[in-house]
Nanobody, 122 residues
Framework: QVQLVESGGGLVQAGGSLRLSCAAS?????MGWFRQAPGKEREFVAY????????YYGDSVKGRFTISRDNAKNTVYLQMNSLKPEDTAVYYC??????????????????WGQGTQVTVSS
């Protein structure tokens, strides 16, 4: 079992930036970020493979968010720039050690953090 702990959420103004971190208790092959706003389905945000050369982003965040990882620290990051009020959500870190099967669906990940709140004011 791998435990994931997110940090870095908070309240920012539109146009501002935040960096989220997710520390894993052990090795994870692939990692991703999802978000969920009230009344909405959990939405794919970003994915990164073990080698860091393979990344994918949801259409709504392309060009604004960047995912990265430090395998020596078992940590993944999400740099969020040019934040918009519609980015407001609980952000969840996810990971898998099953091997590469996909990146954009909740069922493709077996480990999940508890989430961190990001609120963007207008």
């Amino acid at each position: 079992q791998v435990q994931l702990v997110e940090s870095g959420g908070g309240l920012v103004q539109a146009g501002g930036s935040l960096r989220l971190s997710c520390a894993a208790s052990g090795r994870t092959l692939v990692m991703g970020w999802f978000r969920q706003a009230p009344g909405k389905e959990r939405e794919f945000v970003a994915y990164i493979g073990w080698g860091a050369g393979s990344t994918y982003y949801g259409d709504s965040v392309k060009g604004r968010f960047t995912i990265s990882r430090d395998n020596a620290k078992n940590t993944v990051y999400l740099q969020m720039n040019s934040l918009k009020p519609e980015d407001t959500a609980v952000y969840y870190c996810a990971a898998s050690n099953r091997g590469p099967t996909g990146w954009g669906r909740v069922y493709e990940y077996e480990y999940w953090g508890q989430g961190t709140q990001v609120t963007v004011s207008s």
